[in-house]
């Protein structure tokens, strides 16, 4: 399938070392994935789903060891320390091949070596970048080829001397103790051992697309974010194009897949999803900031989508989709979580491969749940009704806002605007969520997130950091640079704003903010704006003096955030740039005012 020596000499080394018995080639054909799909039903690896419900789909389940990423066991290897810590655990280059390659050795005896050339981005677009995943796992293969473009078409677009990202990954004995995610952005390769849980096996996922892109970005005048990409269509057809960065639990794949509130369905707004997860931004001909969309599939949390919650994300999962750790209803052959929002099915397998029904207990008397908090769905971009027709063009889409987002309580109001790019670049580096109830351990514990990267950059934070000062120096139509909060709360404890499809009131605010149609009043940390000025027509409980509520900026409560970032900072290390102090000491001078 190709002549491209690299990859030729890439694939023979990791056959010898793990003692594949064979070699297949992934071409990418239906013929050929359709007979792995087969073979992996054979084998008992996943369960063919009923045909006429969810047509194509599967359920599969992985080791109860093996159910999320693990930060822990992630390792970012370099030569020089520095350039990786403090944030990213670090191993030295040659020590990691060395402990990695032990583990290697002979672990596909008895088992075939799959390979996958996949492209993240469109085949051929000067953005996209190709990798190679060598895998012993039909599970990869399968869903790989649900989130990437994989097959023929990208090792001709690779050609006989081409570059490409290494990927090594096998699921061994799926041995916790020796399970390793390894990053080495100085010589493009990612080893991946003893998981198969989609997070650290999916390579071209957050391995490729964030820690290894972050890095290539940085070397090559571009910017790999953990973003999601909107369009929002207004009446007359112009669409403008947001990326938002959001931690988890912040509302970011409802927000990539908004449904407008009637207010504005029956004015003809639309929304349009570009990609729900990952961006990769570039400078473009024009001077504007353009993005795309690496991926080619959804990772979803299953848990909590509905067709209330995210009838889009729902809608997506209905055809030619992969369920991992849900619950299977035997009745009819379809799944099931917690927070679907339809009965639970009483005859039924959980996600651990026991019988199961909600009226199950363990022995502190507590529920036990049918699928993992953490189950997922890989479904395919062209699944989404709102895909944006813009999806696969070879440019990207023009960046008219970047948006960031946490979750405060009282801190930060429902919406501010940057003041300049280094403000922009300020604001996204202090982004963060407070604990909630569903988290482990204290509440209200403030976890900063810079930019929503926080276990993704692929190098030194300070550095990453530096690098958003520099791509400013060099985008002459910069984009605006927003903070929200969707999640301000009374003094009961309860949520002010409605979120979900309104928040697309705040992002009409944003836009026209971008036009130069609204004003704002400056405040100490940005530009807030005027309560009328955000939409509230068909808002029962929301009034203006509640929109004046949510946007109020309380000093006290900022002068303590400020000592929380200067914390923040000197934990990085003096690697952050003198700017972003000088941002810190502007926002306390302004705060003192």
């Known amino acids: 399938m190709t002549n491209n020596k690299n990859l030729l000499a890439f694939v023979e080394e990791y056959k010898a070392l793990c003692k594949a018995d064979n070699v297949v080639w992934i071409d990418g054909s239906e013929e050929q994935l359709e007979a792995l799909r087969a073979q992996a039903v054979a084998n008992g690896d996943i369960v063919k789903l009923n045909e006429e419900l969810l047509p194509g789909c599967y359920i599969a389940r992985s080791n109860p060891n093996d159910v999320a990423r693990v930060e822990g066991r992630t390792f970012i290897c370099s030569k020089n320390k520095d350039d990786v810590t403090p944030i990213n655990n670090w191993m030295e280059t040659s020590e990691a091949y060395k402990l990695l390659n032990a583990i290697y050795d002979g672990c596909m005896k008895g088992r075939t070596m799959y390979v996958v050339p996949y492209s993240m981005g469109p085949v051929g677009s000067k953005f996209s970048k190709v990798g190679i995943e060598l895998t012993d796992s039909i599970y990869v293969v399968l869903n790989m080829a649900i989130m990437t473009r994989v097959g023929k078409a990208v090792l001709d677009v690779l050609g006989e001397d081409g570059e490409f990202i290494k990927g090594i990954h096998s699921y061994a004995e799926l041995d916790a103790e020796k399970r390793y995610i390894a990053h080495f952005p100085e010589d493009n390769v990612i080893m991946s051992i003893n998981s198969n849980y989609g997070g650290n096996v999916l390579l071209g996922k957050k391995c490729f697309a964030l820690r290894i892109a972050s890095w290539l970005g940085k070397n090559e005048g571009w910017m790999a974010e953990h973003m999601l990409i909107l369009g929002i269509e207004k009446p007359n057809g112009e669409i403008n194009y947001v990326t938002g960065a959001f931690p988890s639990a912040c509302g970011k794949t409802n927000l990539a897949m908004l449904i407008p509130p009637k207010q504005y369905l029956d004015k003809g707004y639309k929304t349009w999803c570009v990609g729900d997860d990952i961006a990769w931004i570039r400078v473009g001909e024009d001077g504007r900031l353009w993005a795309i969309n690496p991926e080619n599939g959804f990772f979803g949390v299953a848990p909590g989508t509905s067709m209330k919650s995210n009838p889009n994300a729902l809608l997506s999962t209905k055809k030619n989709t992969i369920f991992t750790n849900v619950v299977h209803d035997l009745d009819t052959n379809t799944v099931w979580w917690e927070g679907m929002g339809t009965p639970a099915p009483k005859n039924a397998i959980d996600w651990k491969g026991n019988k199961w029904d909600e009226s199950m207990v363990d022995a502190d008397g507590k529920k036990i749940k049918g699928a993992h908090p953490n189950s997922r769905f890989t479904a395919p971009t062209a699944n989404c009704p709102c895909l944006s027709s813009e999806f696969e063009a ?171 970032i200067e914390e923040f900072y000197k934990e990085l290390g003096d690697r952050v740039p003198e700017e972003l102090y000088n941002q810190l000491a502007t926002l306390k001078a302004n705060l003192n005012k």
Request: proline share 5%; with cysteine; aromatic share 12%.
């Open 394 to 564: 070879p440019n990207g889409v023009p960046l008219t806002a970047i948006i960031f987002g946490g979750r405060r309580a009282k801190t930060a109001p429902l919406v501010y605007q940057a003041k300049d790019w280094n403000n922009g670049v300020f604001v996204g580096s202090i982004m963060a969520s407070e604990t909630t109830a569903a988290a482990v351990g204290a509440v209200g514990v403030v976890r900063r997130d810079p930019m929503a990267m926080r276990p993704f950059i692929g190098y030194n934070c300070g550095d990453y950091f530096n690098h958003w000062l520099e791509m400013g120096k060099k985008i002459p139509n910069k984009p605006l640079i927003f903070n929200v909060n969707w999640f301000r709360t009374d003094d009961e404890g309860h949520f002010i704003w409605p979120g979900f499809g309104d928040n697309l009131r705040v992002l009409d605010w944003i836009i026209s903010r971008c036009e130069g149609k609204v004003d704002a009043r400056e405040t100490a940390i940005g530009y807030v704006p005027y309560a009328e000025d955000i939409n509230i027509d068909g808002l029962e409980d929301i009034t203006v003096d509640t929109i004046e509520e949510l946007l109020t900026v309380d000093k006290e409560m900022w002068l303590k955030e400020a000592d929380g």
